[in-house]
């Protein structure tokens, strides 16, 4: 529960900058505003924030196992509420893969 509800607040976070920087006209990618997360995470929101226009990138932690590892315990962890969300960023996957191999919108 405490991964859906997380994952619920980073979504949330998001539409609001988003909203915020609408409101200040602030260029979705020449703002200054940069959107970032975890290689594997969240893609669904850095394919939409990158449809729309907005800087956003993916990082890949690094280093000893033993100093990695807990990191991304944690970040599984919080982020398992994101599995909601899988076959959602699936049929966006899809969709995508139609639009670059066929030049169309999938469905």
């Known amino acids: 529960e405490y991964g859906k509800q997380w994952y619920q607040r980073r979504v949330r976070g998001v539409q609001y900058v988003v909203e915020r920087m609408r409101q200040h006209d602030i260029h979705p990618r ?3 505003v940069y959107f970032g997360q975890l290689l594997g995470m969240c893609d669904q929101v850095t394919f939409l924030l990158g ?3 907005y800087s956003s990138y993916k990082y890949v ?5 033993d ?3 807990p990191y991304l315990s944690r970040r599984a962890y919080e982020n398992k ?3 909601q969300g899988s076959q959602k960023e ?3 996957l899809k ?4 639009r670059r191999r ?3 919108k999938g469905e």
């Open 95 to 98: 969709g995508e893969l139609k």
């Open 30 to 32: 020449y703002g200054g």
């Open 61 to 65: 932690p690094y280093g000893p196992v």
């Open 102 to 104: 066929w030049g169309f």
């Open 51 to 53: 449809a729309g226009g």
């Open 81 to 83: 509420g994101m599995l």
């Open 67 to 69: 100093a990695v590892l």
């Open 90 to 92: 699936i049929d966006l």
